[in-house]
């Protein structure tokens, strides 16, 4: 076991290593760059490929060709970069090709502030690219978690044939911390099934392999047609609206009926609380802070960190709800979870808000405040 002091942003790049990634494009971004730069010395030395693009567009087609052949692929990129990629994720959702985005957000929206913090993409990152579709985002609160969260961003992705979103953060990106690199026994990592049927009898959206069918790799001998448009199970394009309905339906539920496999949540003096904290990513750390303060001052506060945004944890909420007289969602935007969180409390208690957008991170004093409004006093 090997202890590294090391930023958020190289994390990324070892935790992909770790997962077998072997091909970044990208185009560098302030605060996503370390995580290329790093890739650019790491990925040669275990037979990798790095190239820089020529913008964020290209970045992701690129990595869309790469995850084509079999190459697990990935690219970084903050804000307007993110936003420029919405057609090419949307691409790789329909045409289910695993990969994974970093995004490490800054605040915005346009050039916005580009050294700054945000959490200004959480929507974005669910509906970003038009249509209907199922989309998995997991988001980091520390070095050691962009390393073990990056590798199971491959492992979904892998997984479920699906873009999956990194959503970090500019103070996440950039603080500097232990990280503990695990055994390489205890990591578990995740490869996409391949068809085991000749290549004439193999079609690759096939529903009797499952809601996740197999995928060759080009270049191998199998020969199959990938496009954006809704297409049959050989992968043609169809408007046939009884395939067109299978295939969305299909796109849905593949990660709809494993969404209890994919959430991810992590719990804080929860089990007496009488009010929580609903935080994620670098503002869970102050939460945290937050409630160990008001516990100091009687006050049971508890914080339900969300490691999976999307799928949204609306389970465990609405079960939290139930013995909770207020929840606050704190988190570096405007209040962008707040209509997700009420649809699932369903007026069983008050849910606020505390947000900031001002390129500064929510502090356990912000927090603090927002609690007195609650009005418990011991």
Known sequence: MKELVISGNEAIAYGAIRAGCCFFAGYPITPSSEVAEELSLKLPEVGGRFIQMEDEIASLAAVIGASITGKKAMTATSGPGFSLMQEHIGFAAMGEIPCVIVNVQRGGPSTGLPTHPSQGDVMQARWGTHGDHEIIALSPSSSQECYTLIIEAFNLSEEYRTPVIFLTDEVIAHLREKLVLPD???????????????????????????????????????????????????????????????????????????????????????????????????????????????????????????????????KEIAEISKRMKAIIIAEMNMGQLRTTVESAVKGRCNVLTVGRADGEIVTPSNILEKVKEVGIVH
Do not use: C
């Open 184 to 314: 390489s026994k205890s990591i578990n990592v995740v490869t996409r099934k391949k068809p085991d049927v000749p290549p004439e009898n193999y079609k690759p959206f096939d529903t009797s392999f499952g809601k996740v069918p197999p995928l060759a790799d080009f270049g191998s001998g199998y020969k199959f047609h990938i496009t954006g448009l809704t297409h049959d199970e050989t992968g043609f394009p169809t408007d046939d609206s009884k395939k067109t309905a299978v295939l969305l339906k299909r796109l849905q539920d593949k990660i709809i009926d494993n969404r209890d496999k994919i959430v991810r949540t992590d719990n804080f003096m929860l089990d007496d609380a009488e009010l929580t904290i609903i935080a994620y990513g670098a503002v869970a750390r102050a939460a945290k802070e937050a409630v160990l303060a008001a516990r100091e001052r009687g006050i049971k506060l508890g914080l339900f960190r969300l490691i999976t945004i999307w799928p949204f944890a609306d």
